[in-house]
C-alpha cells in the first residue's frame, strides 16, 4: 500500500527567507502524481504545485518549487521569500495514474509558522 | 463561481443522534469523495463516488453512508454519531481526464462535534 511521510509535525521561517519542507512516499508504481496541497486557518484546502512523476523536470509555481527525487522517493517543497500569509499546514500527497478514479493518500501534515 | 460547497460549517451533535452532511459542485465533476481530517492523521477517504449512482467505500467507511442520486450532490450521513467521529470533514470532487481523476477541488469543511 502507498504511504506518504512528513517527518516535520512544525517549522517555522523569517519572513523573506525559504524554507524547504519534507516528504517522502512508498510506492511500487512507476507512473504517479505528488501535490501540495496548502491548509490555511480558513481551513480551505488549496492546491499549491502539481508534479508528475513522468516528468523529470521539477515544478515551480512562483515562490514555490520543488524537488523531486523519484529514485529517492522524496518530493519536498521550497517556499522562497516567505511572506505572512503562507503560514498554513501543508500536506504533500499521492495519486497512481490511473484510467479511471484513484484515492488520494495524504501525509499528516507540517504547520509552517512565519515569523515577522 | 460556487465550486465545491458544504454544509452545515459546524455542527454539534449528542452520541446516537444521526445527521447528514451535504455537498454540492457545479462544476459537473463525475468524482466525489469524503474525507475526515483528524489532528497529525492528514486526511482520510471514507467514501467516494465515480459517477451519479456509484459509490465505494474509503479507508474509513464505517459510521458513515453516502448516495448519489445526481452528479452534483454527495451527502455524507452520520447513522448514529459517535465522539470518535468528531472531526472536520472535506467534501471534494475532481474531472476525469483521460488519465483517470484530476486535480481535486475542496470545499471548505464541516466542523462536527459529538458529545
Known amino acids: 500500500a502507498q504511504t506518504v511521510t512528513q517527518s516535520q509535525p512544525e517549522m517555522s521561517v523569517q519572513e523573506a527567507e525559504t524554507v524547504t519542507l519534507s516528504c517522502t512516499y512508498d510506492?511500487?508504481?512507476?507512473?504517479?502524481?505528488l501535490f501540495w496541497y496548502k491548509q490555511p486557518p480558513s481551513r480551505q484546502m488549496i492546491l499549491v504545485i502539481r508534479?508528475?512523476?513522468?516528468?523529470?523536470q521539477n515544478a515551480t509555481e512562483n515562490r514555490f518549487s520543488v524537488n523531486f527525487q523519484k529514485a529517492a522517493k522524496s518530493f519536498s517543497l521550497k517556499i522562497s521569500d516567505s511572506q505572512l500569509g503562507d503560514a498554513a499546514m501543508y500536506f504533500c500527497?499521492?495519486?497512481?495514474?490511473?484510467?479511471?478514479?484513484?484515492?488520494?493518500?495524504f501525509g499528516p501534515g507540517t504547520s509552517l509558522s512565519v515569523i515577522p | 463561481n460556487a465550486g465545491v460547497t458544504q454544509t452545515p460549517k459546524f455542527q454539534v451533535l449528542k452520541t446516537g443522534q444521526s445527521m447528514t452532511l451535504q455537498c454540492a459542485q457545479d462544476?459537473?465533476?463525475?468524482?466525489m469523495s469524503w474525507y475526515r481530517q483528524d489532528p497529525g492523521m492528514g486526511l482520510r477517504l471514507i467514501h467516494y463516488?465515480?459517477?451519479?449512482?456509484?459509490?465505494d467505500q474509503g479507508e474509513v467507511p464505517n459510521g458513515y453512508n453516502v448516495s448519489r442520486s445526481t452528479t452534483e450532490d454527495f451527502p455524507l450521513r452520520l447513522l448514529s454519531a459517535a465522539p470518535s467521529q468528531t472531526s472536520v470533514y472535506f467534501c471534494?470532487?475532481?474531472?476525469?481526464?483521460?488519465?483517470?481523476?484530476?486535480?481535486?477541488?475542496f470545499g471548505a469543511g464541516t466542523r462536527l462535534s459529538v458529545l
Open positions: 471534494a470532487s475532481s474531472y476525469r481526464s483521460q488519465w483517470g481523476s484530476n486535480i481535486q477541488y
Open positions: 510506492t511500487s508504481e512507476s507512473d504517479y502524481y
Open positions: 508534479q508528475e512523476a513522468y516528468k523529470q
Open positions: 500527497a499521492y495519486r497512481r495514474r490511473e484510467t479511471s478514479y484513484d484515492k488520494v493518500i
Open positions: 462544476m459537473n465533476h463525475e468524482y
Open positions: 463516488s465515480v459517477g451519479a449512482g456509484i459509490t
